[in-house]
């Protein structure tokens, strides 16, 4: 995610908490949503989509410090 800012994700996930928390927490959704799409967790298509809405929620608001933060 977002290759052109490894540097700048590296330093706020150090020093910023509530980037990590929403960096980690979109981790999270990732691995839950490989995981139930490859049939290692079970749940509904219902729960899928609203997890991949939350995930790139969170992605669009990691985007947006990152973007502050390059400036």
Do not use: C, V, W
Not at 9 to 34: A, C, G, V, W
Not at 43 to 63: A, W
């Amino acid at each position: 995610m977002f290759p052109e800012y490894r540097d700048l994700i590296s330093k706020l996930k150090s020093s910023d908490l509530h980037f990590q928390k929403l960096f980690d927490e979109h981790n999270e959704l990732d691995q839950k949503i490989k995981n139930i799409e490859s049939g290692i967790a079970i749940d509904t298509s219902e729960t899928i989509e609203s997890l991949k809405k939350l995930k790139l929620k969170l992605k669009d608001e990691l985007y947006e410090i990152l973007k502050k933060a390059s400036k």
